[in-house]
């Protein structure tokens, strides 16, 4: 059994909270980006919201799930922070999509119509 000292015990755990926190972070983002499209997405009765949101939700698993499956996986702290940084890239990836989508909507708003 390999032991670490203290010094690369607490740089660990320094990579290891970092990773979470990345993972907190675009979590924490992401849903501030769905509160505003979900509020604007909600004023068209045209739109099918909840069939966009099944969408998104499945994306973001999808994602997941890609990345996993496209990495090596890592030994002793790694393991950790991998499925953190896999989960916040593709929380980013989604929170960049609504983002887009809400510019389009705003855009769409300002200029009477549908801008793709």
């Not at 660990?12 to 980006?33: F, I, M, P, Q, S």
Request: glycine letters at 8%.
């Amino acid at each position: 059994m390999t032991e670490w000292d203290k010094a690369a015990t607490e740089r660990g755990a320094k990579e290891v909270c970092a990773a979470r926190k990345h993972h907190v972070d675009a979590y924490a983002d992401l849903l501030k980006t769905y509160k505003v499209f979900v509020d604007g997405f909600s004023q068209d009765r045209r739109i099918s919201l909840p069939e966009a949101i099944d969408g998104l939700k499945t994306m973001i698993k999808a994602c997941m799930a890609h990345k996993s499956g496209i990495t090596t996986g890592g030994h002793n702290i790694f393991i950790d922070i991998i499925e953190n940084e896999i989960d916040a890239g593709c929380l980013r990836l989604a929170d960049n999509l609504l983002k887009d989508e809400n510019a389009r909507l705003e855009k769409a708003l300002k200029h009477g119509g549908f801008v793709p």
